[in-house]
Nanobody, 119 residues
Framework: QVQLVESGGGLVQPGGSLRLSCAAS????????MGWYRQAPEKERELVATSTNGGGINYADSVKGRFTISRDNAKNTVYLQMNSLKPEDTAVYYC?????????????WGQGTQVTVSS
């Protein structure tokens, strides 16, 4: 089994910063890609940022220049550094990893961590 554990969410004022972490544990061969998604109240889940093993990085337009995704492959961990936070960034943030197990790729999700941006 594979488990993704998230941390780092919380309450922050507009303009503040937070750093989210997501670590994978369990038995697997490799992690193909890592990413962050978020879901605001009464809205659909949306992609925030992704990082592939090939070095490709993608950000949602709404977070470009403010958020940075990074990964520590040795620790099977993905991070999301969030700067210049805005109230509209308020959401539950979920990490997602595409993991190679038993010859094929499976997607795994973290439990979600609440990020609230409010004064």
């Amino acid at each position: 089994q594979v488990q993704l554990v998230e941390s780092g969410g919380g309450l922050v004022q507009p303009g503040g910063s937070l750093r989210l972490s997501c670590a994978a544990s369990g038995s697997f061969f490799s992690i193909n890609s890592m990413g962050w998604y978020r879901q605001a109240p009464e809205k659909e889940r949306e992609l925030v940022a992704t990082s592939t093993n090939g070095g490709g990085i993608n950000y949602a337009d709404s977070v470009k220049g403010r958020f940075t995704i990074s990964r520590d492959n040795a620790k099977n961990t993905v991070y999301l550094q969030m700067n210049s936070l805005k109230p509209e960034d308020t959401a539950v943030y979920y990490c997602k990893m595409d993991i190679l197990r038993w010859g094929f790729v499976q997607s795994y999700w973290g439990q979600g961590t609440q990020v609230t941006v409010s004064s």
